[in-house]
């Protein structure tokens, strides 16, 4: 090509300088300027265009050295101004081409270097084929793509790729039209189907872009669960750009850390075993004191001569109430340690409060600690596990036992309240020295405890609890010294009964 400019250029310089036609021929030069666009730069445009213009000046010369006149001249200026003209258009035509090429060279290395799968894929052919069904509704064509697998998957192989990304092919394969049924056979799930589906509906629907979850087979045989994103252009005859982002390793650590949650609440659980013993053995002992009183009694009213069987019978009834009341006790105690999911129903707050103060009363009397109740009466259920929210509240009220074991004053504080827009409140309030402002977005951090002994789980392992039943913790410090917690649970009504267990 520079050959041939180089002679065309030479042929035009002898026919303006030689020929006795009195015509602008040197504007010819501005085929050159064209023909250079195929092979030089910017740079090389100008010097070429200099050139040409030096070369009609210099034909004007050889050619009107003994003869100047003034309608030459003005040839020679118009040819000259042309050149000029016409090597700006091709420097911007050059520019542009630059940037454009520059731009598509961007769009390439973020196509090729992203981790997401990335095909550019052409629908037409698949339309077609659906647009005879198309003519009865999305709905129609919906039902039939659903009874007619095999149709489905004819309409799939039909989608031709104009090309992929390295991720796209990693995943799948090359989807070229050679191999693409046999990729397509070894990557498909049914989800991969539906999802197809899906995207092709959307797409013959008019919509701008879809998203679903899809899983796919990737060429490594391993099944991976991806979510699929299609981009469908304006104009419906221009490709369809289709992104594929593989979350099966985000599932199998979210799946993994749910596991870790579930163990370290059984953790926390058993942990918490070696605290309620003392209070819970000392709540059996009076349920099993008052069974060999009942039980003695009754001996007693059965050895006399002329035995009382009324009396008898009140004192047995006694032993099996008091009996019952010690299984309860236990059961509570072993469900704190059961491993899986507890059963969910309505509970009453201020009965969990009660309860966790009564376990609590022997610890709280041992450290001198006073406690205050306010429960607002007649507060609406919420849906939830018993035991999970006595472990919370038992949590709390520890940490503030904890908390006051050094102060000067010791007042517990326990209250609950409704709210009817947000829910059931309970709050925890205790007297102790507080906690320093550079630890109060920590609090309830995995592993961030103040004590020396502790293991830092018990906070957290609370607000996993709270907001497993769509609530909230928080803590706050007291203007007199102390810290208060709180936690705020949805009504029953508010969950729904589909929540409940």
């Given at each position: 090509?520079?050959?041939?400019?180089?002679?065309?250029?030479?042929?035009?310089?002898?026919?303006?300088?030689?020929?006795?036609?009195?015509?602008?021929?040197?504007?010819?030069?501005?085929?050159?300027?064209?023909?250079?666009?195929?092979?030089?730069?910017?740079?090389?445009?100008?010097?070429?265009?200099?050139?040409?213009?030096?070369?009609t000046i210099l034909g004007y010369l050889i050619g009107h050295?003994?003869?100047?006149?003034?309608?030459?001249?003005?040839?020679?200026?118009?040819?000259?101004?042309?050149?000029?003209?016409?090597?700006?258009?091709?420097?911007?035509?050059?520019?542009?081409?630059?940037?454009?090429?520059?731009?598509?060279?961007?769009?390439?290395?973020?196509?090729?270097?992203?981790?997401?799968?990335?095909?550019?894929?052409?629908?037409?052919?698949?339309?077609?084929?659906?647009?005879?069904?198309?003519?009865?509704?999305?709905?129609?064509?919906?039902?039939?793509?659903?009874?007619?697998?095999?149709?489905?998957?004819?309409?799939?192989?039909?989608?031709?790729?104009?090309?992929?990304?390295?991720?796209?092919?990693?995943?799948?394969?090359?989807?070229?039209?050679?191999?693409?049924?046999?990729s397509w056979d070894a990557a498909l799930e049914p989800e991969?189907?539906?999802?197809?589906?899906?995207?092709?509906?959307?797409?013959?629907?008019?919509?701008?872009?879809?998203?679903?979850?899809?899983?796919?087979?990737?060429?490594?045989?391993?099944?991976?669960?991806?979510?699929?994103?299609?981009?469908?252009?304006?104009?419906?005859?221009?490709?369809?750009?289709?992104?594929?982002?593989?979350?099966?390793?985000?599932?199998?650590?979210?799946?993994?850390?749910?596991?870790?949650?579930?163990?370290?609440?059984?953790?926390?659980?058993?942990?918490?075993?070696?605290?309620?013993?003392?209070?819970?053995?000392?709540?059996?002992?009076?349920?099993?004191?008052?069974?060999?009183?009942?039980?003695?009694?009754?001996?007693?009213?059965?050895?006399?001569?002329?035995?009382?069987?009324?009396?008898?019978?009140?004192?047995?009834?006694?032993?099996?109430?008091?009996?019952?009341?010690?299984?309860?006790?236990?059961?509570?105690?072993?469900?704190?340690?059961?491993?899986?999911?507890?059963?969910?129903?309505?509970?009453?707050?201020?009965?969990?409060?009660?309860?966790?103060?009564?376990?609590?009363?022997?610890?709280?009397?041992?450290?001198?600690?006073?406690?205050?109740?306010?429960?607002?009466?007649?507060?609406?259920?919420?849906?939830?596990?018993?035991?999970?929210?006595?472990?919370?509240?038992?949590?709390?009220?520890?940490?503030?036992?904890?908390?006051?074991?050094?102060?000067?004053?010791?007042?517990?504080?326990?209250?609950?309240?409704?709210?009817?827009?947000?829910?059931?409140?309970?709050?925890?309030?205790?007297?102790?020295?507080?906690?320093?402002?550079?630890?109060?977005?920590?609090?309830?951090?995995?592993?961030?405890?103040?004590?020396?002994?502790?293991?830092?789980?018990?906070?957290?392992?609370?607000?996993?609890?709270?907001?497993?039943?769509h609530g909230r913790i928080w803590a706050e410090r007291n203007?007199?010294?102390?810290?208060?917690?709180?936690?705020?649970?949805?009504?029953?009504?508010?969950?729904?009964?589909?929540?409940?267990?």
């Open positions: 090509m520079a050959i041939a400019t180089a002679i065309l250029a030479g042929g035009i310089f002898a026919f303006d300088a030689f020929s006795t036609f009195e015509i602008a021929v040197a504007a010819l030069y501005i085929v050159v300027l064209l023909m250079a666009l195929r092979f030089t730069n910017v740079t090389g445009i100008i010097l070429i265009a200099l050139g040409c213009i030096g070369l050295a003994n003869d100047p006149n003034e309608g030459a001249m003005l040839r020679g200026a118009v040819s000259a101004l042309a050149i000029a003209i016409a090597a700006v258009l091709c420097v911007q035509i050059r520019m542009s081409d630059t940037k454009l090429r520059q731009s598509e060279e961007r769009y390439r290395n973020i196509f090729q270097s992203t981790n997401v799968a990335v095909w550019e894929q052409d629908f037409t052919e698949a339309a077609n084929a659906c647009a005879p069904i198309l003519q009865q509704g999305i709905p129609r064509l919906r039902d039939y793509l659903i009874a007619n697998e095999g149709f489905l998957k004819h309409c799939l192989f039909l989608v031709r790729t104009i090309d992929a990304n390295d991720a796209a092919k990693q995943l799948i394969g090359d989807l070229n039209q050679r191999n693409v049924q046999q991969t189907l539906a999802a197809f589906r899906e995207i092709l509906l959307a797409f013959l629907a008019g919509e701008s872009s879809f998203t679903t979850e899809a899983a796919i087979r990737a060429v490594n045989g391993e099944l991976r669960t991806t979510i699929v994103t299609a981009t469908f252009p304006t104009d419906r005859s221009r490709s369809v750009l289709i992104n594929s982002l593989d979350v099966t390793a985000k599932i199998a650590a979210e799946q993994a850390l749910q596991q870790s949650i579930a163990e370290l609440t059984r953790v926390s659980r058993i942990a918490t075993l070696g605290a309620l013993t003392a209070s819970i053995g000392h709540e059996v002992n009076q349920p099993l004191a008052a069974v060999v009183t009942n039980a003695e009694a009754a001996l007693r009213w059965l050895s006399r001569e002329r035995p009382d069987i009324g009396e008898t019978t009140a004192c047995l009834k006694e032993v099996v109430q008091e009996g019952r009341r010690a299984g309860d006790i236990i059961h509570r105690l072993r469900s704190l340690a059961v491993k899986g999911e507890l059963a969910r129903g309505r509970v009453d707050v201020n009965a969990i409060v009660t309860q966790v103060l009564a376990m609590v009363q022997r610890d709280l009397a041992q450290h001198q600690i006073s406690a205050v109740l306010d429960l607002t009466p007649d507060l609406p259920t919420i849906a939830g596990d018993e035991v999970q929210l006595q472990q919370v509240l038992m949590n709390l009220v520890n940490n503030a036992v904890h908390a006051m074991k050094a102060s000067t004053t010791k007042e517990l504080k326990v209250w609950s309240a409704s709210d009817a827009a947000r829910g059931i409140l309970v709050s925890v309030r205790d007297s102790g020295s507080g906690i320093p402002d550079d630890h109060m977005q920590r609090l309830f951090a995995p592993f961030f405890t103040t004590k020396a002994e502790g293991m830092g789980i018990g906070l957290s392992i609370s607000r996993s609890i709270i907001e497993s039943h203007e007199s010294g102390g810290t208060t917690f709180h936690f705020m649970i949805p009504t029953a009504t508010a969950e729904g009964p589909g929540n409940l267990a």
